[in-house]
């Protein structure tokens, strides 16, 4: 079974700083990866997602993840943060196949951004 | 765009209650999924349906049934309502992709709270 650790429950990040939000997974075969991000009082809403190919993907907002299979991570990055950004995000593995879409989360990471 | 919707935002029911929380997918997603979300703990996943009809327990299935009477419906019952049941719930779904991975499309949640 697939697991995901997200290992910073909360980040602080002064306006303008650069962000970097760590995600580990554990799985046997290559994982489909996805980060989410929820707003205050909010569902989820899809970042960006890795299947195969190129191992940097771009996402909506500025973000990019990086998916590193040695290391068993997909970070998530932002070079300058804005206060909108402020919000929980999740990384999340899917094992495709006949899964039926099924997909781990992490325990989210909450950023807070200073002006 | 993809529309999830869940019947209530905010629900407060009393211990012993029958609960029924509904969720409404527009894209014809083979996929349904039910999660709760608890501070600290992301997102568990209660149980799941690939089809009409078709249901299967997830992580954290105890105290919980669904059904889904239609491709676009999916209840989540919680046949008598216990304050540990006091959560975010939130409804997802996605396409059905043999030998893939499609991302989850959220709705925005319903906050429960159990007296």
């Known amino acids: 079974a697939q697991s995901v650790t997200q290992p910073d429950i909360h980040i602080t990040v002064s306006e303008g700083a650069s962000l970097e939000l760590r995600c580990n997974y554990s799985?046997?075969?290559?994982?489909?990866l996805f980060w989410y991000v929820q707003s205050p009082g909010q569902g989820l809403q899809l970042l960006l997602k890795?299947?195969?190919?190129?191992?940097l993907v771009q996402g909506i907002k500025g973000f990019e993840a990086e998916f590193k299979r040695s290391q068993s991570s997909f970070n998530l990055r932002k070079p300058s943060v804005h206060w909108s950004d402020a919000a929980e995000y999740f990384c999340a593995v899917g094992a495709g196949g006949t899964s039926y879409g099924k997909l781990t989360f992490g325990q989210g990471t909450i950023l807070t951004v200073h002006p | 765009d993809v529309k999830v919707t869940q019947s209530s935002r905010y629900l407060v029911k009393r211990t012993g209650e029958k609960v029924f929380l509904e969720c409404v997918q527009d894209?014809?997603?083979?996929?349904m999924f039910w999660y709760r979300q608890d501070p600290g703990l992301g997102l568990r996943l209660i149980y799941f349906s690939y089809d009409v009809k078709m249901k299967e327990k997830g992580d954290i299935p105890e105290g919980y049934s669904v059904s889904r009477e239609k491709k676009e419906r999916f209840s989540l019952i919680l046949e008598s309502a216990s304050t540990n049941q006091t959560s975010m719930y939130l409804c997802?779904?996605?396409?059905?992709?043999?030998?893939?991975?499609?991302?989850?499309?959220f709705g925005p949640g319903t906050r429960l709270t159990v007296t």
């Open positions: 799985y046997g075969a290559t994982p489909y």
């Open positions: 997802a779904s996605s396409l059905d992709l043999a030998g893939g991975q499609h991302e989850q499309y």
């Open positions: 890795y299947f195969s190919g190129d191992t």
């Open positions: 894209m014809d997603h083979e996929n």
